[in-house]
Antibody
């Protein structure tokens, strides 16, 4: 059974940094692209970032480009999202998600429960 | 950037009725790389349809997807109580892999 467990969320001041982690299990981590999707309170889903199975290919939404960095550690089956220069509009639940294949051109077939990031002074 | 528009914003129906949700793309999608997700309050999204028309694992046959190019739809043939939720479409052909704003299916 695929399991994705996010951690690292919390309250951070504007301009601050935070690193989200996602522990993956139940599948061959190296063989799948992974991504982050966020959802602001009461709002819809927003795709944030995607990384290929080898970690060499990454994609970012314009809203986070240059501020967020996605990475993965295949030896630990971990996905990360390093966030810096955080803004109030980054406040959201951040979901870790698994793609159906080792390609961003596939659907997100498994999701974690999410971790809440609140950016406020 | 592909912009997805979903309609209606809210669909109020009774159990047993048919639901048809629309997702329109601002440009033709690459090889129908379109997915539908269901989300209930306090829960993560769940994949329902991928490739515009393929049901995800564990999804009941009453869910079907169709469309191509710029116009896509999700149909729930006979609504069951468990189907009342938000539904989002997403394209995944080219970055950015945007989501639509969602359609809420609620009980009439």
């Amino acid at each position: 059974e695929v399991q994705l467990l996010e951690s690292g969320g919390g309250l951070v001041q504007p301009g601050g940094s935070l690193r989200l982690s996602c522990a993956a299990s139940g599948f061959s981590f190296n063989n799948y692209a992974m991504g982050w999707v966020r959802q602001s309170p009461g709002e819809g889903l927003e795709w944030v970032s995607t990384i290929g199975g080898t970690g060499r290919t990454t994609y970012y939404a314009d809203s986070v480009k240059g501020r967020f960095t996605i990475s993965r550690d295949s030896s630990k089956n971990m996905l990360y999202l390093q966030m810096k220069s955080l803004r109030a509009e980054d406040t959201a639940v951040y979901y870790c998600a698994k793609y159906s294949y080792d390609s961003a051109r596939s659907a997100l077939d498994s999701w974690g429960q999410g971790t809440l990031v609140t950016v406020s002074s | 950037e592909v912009v997805l528009t979903q309609s209606p914003g809210t669909l109020s129906l009774s159990p047993g009725e048919r639901a048809t949700l629309s997702c329109r793309a601002s440009q033709s999608l690459y090889i129908n790389y379109l997915a539908w997700y269901q989300q209930k309050p306090g829960q993560p999204p769940r994949l329902v349809i991928y490739g515009a028309s393929s049901r995800a694992s564990g999804i009941p046959e009453r869910f079907s997807g169709s469309g191509s190019g710029t116009d896509f739809s999700l149909t729930i043939s006979r609504l069951e109580p468990d189907d009342f939720a938000m539904y989002y479409c997403q394209h995944y052909g080219t970055s950015p892999f945007t989501f639509g704003p969602g359609t809420k299916v609620d009980i009439k």
